[in-house]
């Protein structure tokens, strides 16, 4: 059973920072870029960033350019999203998920975590 979870997620004030982790198990990912999604309350789900499979190529949506950055341990199965700066616009639950592909589309990504709340206060 192919499971990711994520964790590092809680309640931050305005400026401050945090590092969410996504655990890969369940098979290989070999070959698997992964991404990262936030969803708000009311609001669609939105494209945060990606790495791909060697974690030499990144992408993000210009939201978290610059103050976002991702990383990836192969050997550890596990995926970072370091958030710096953080504002309240980011507050949401942010989920992880992998894809064979290079997209911003959730529809392109096969497997979901179970999402992390990140709360930013104001």
């Known amino acids: 059973q192919v499971q990711l979870v994520e964790s590092g997620g809680g309640l931050v004030q305005a400026g401050g920072s945090l590092r969410l982790s996504c655990a890969a198990s369940?098979?290989?990912?070999?070959?698997?870029?992964m991404g990262w999604f936030r969803q708000a309350p009311g609001k669609e789900r939105e494209f945060v960033g990606a790495?791909?499979?060697?974690?030499?190529?990144?992408f993000y949506a210009d939201s978290v350019k610059g103050r976002f950055t991702i990383s990836r341990d192969s050997a550890k199965n596990t995926v970072y999203l370091q958030m710096n700066s953080l504002n309240p616009e980011d507050t949401a639950a942010y989920y992880c998920?992998?894809?064979?592909?290079?997209?911003?589309?959730?529809?392109?990504?096969?497997?979901w975590g179970q999402g992390t709340q990140v709360t930013v206060s104001s």
């Open positions: 998920a992998a894809t064979l592909h290079r997209s911003m589309e959730a529809r392109r990504y096969d497997y």
């Open positions: 369940g098979r290989t990912f070999t070959g698997y870029a």
């Open positions: 790495i791909n499979w060697s974690g030499g190529s990144t």
